[in-house]
Nanobody, 124 residues
Framework: QVQLVESGGGLVQPGHSLRLSCVAS????????MAWFRQTPEREREFVAA????????YYADSVKGRFTISSDKDKNEMYLQMNSLTPDDTAVYYC?????????????????WGQGTPVTVSS
């Protein structure tokens, strides 16, 4: 069973950057699709970005495309989310997820493993 631990969240001003990290308890490269989701009290958990080990393909939500970058270090079993040009709309709890045999990378229920979340607040 994969355990995921996120870190890197915090308070940041609009226009600034933040990098989130997700450490997995076992090797995920070549097996799991890894993703970031986010959630606020007002919104359901929504897809942010995903990384498929099949061809190393990345996927992004339209709202973050061009600003966020998902990447990984397979030797460290770590995944990252570089977030640039942050806006208050990016304020949320960000979750790392891992899924085996993911059919729809945007669908939370396709992922069987989740971290505890790390909060990001974008405010001046």
């Amino acid at each position: 069973q994969v355990q995921l631990v996120e870190s890197g969240g915090g308070l940041v001003q609009p226009g600034h950057s933040l990098r989130l990290s997700c450490v997995a308890s076992e090797r995920t490269y070549g097996t799991y699709t890894m993703a970031w989701f986010r959630q606020t009290p007002e919104r359901e958990r929504e897809f942010v970005a995903a990384l498929s080990w099949i061809g190393g393909v990345t996927y992004y939500a339209d709202s973050v495309k061009g600003r966020f970058t998902i990447s990984s270090d397979k030797d460290k079993n770590e995944m990252y989310l570089q977030m640039n040009s942050l806006t208050p709309d990016d304020t949320a709890v960000y979750y790392c997820a891992a899924g085996f045999g993911v059919d729809d990378h945007r669908r939370p229920r396709d992922y069987g493993y989740w971290g505890q979340g790390t909060p990001v607040t974008v405010s001046s």
